[in-house]
């Protein structure tokens, strides 16, 4: 799976391109607007007003809007146990 985060106006935009199926990245966002998961800080997950998925299996997109920076974004991936578990 090939994972490219890019800045965009409103917040991050995260392309999953590859071996990726849309259902795992809706069950990773869940996680995270459930509390489920420990990718990010509290303070970066305050920072998200909204999370959408968007595209099909193999072609997925996560936009994220907020104030929030790529950095925080690329290490919250790093850490996510959906992607990397």
Request: proline share 0%.
């Given at each position: 799976m090939k994972k490219s985060v890019f800045k965009v106006e409103n917040g991050v935009?995260?392309?999953?391109?590859?071996?990726?199926?849309?259902?795992?990245?809706?069950?990773?966002?869940?996680?995270?607007?459930t509390g489920q998961c420990e990718c990010m800080s509290e303070e970066t997950k305050q920072k998200i007003s909204t999370m959408e998925v968007e595209g099909q299996d193999g072609d997925v997109s996560l936009n994220l809007?907020?104030?929030?920076?790529?950095?925080?974004?690329?290490?919250?991936?790093?850490?996510?146990?959906?992607?990397?578990?």
């Open positions: 935009k995260i392309a999953f391109s590859g071996v990726v199926q849309k259902e795992q990245i809706v069950k990773m966002v869940e996680n995270c607007a809007s907020g104030d929030i920076t790529q950095e925080e974004i690329e290490r919250a991936l790093a850490k996510s146990k959906v992607l990397n578990g």
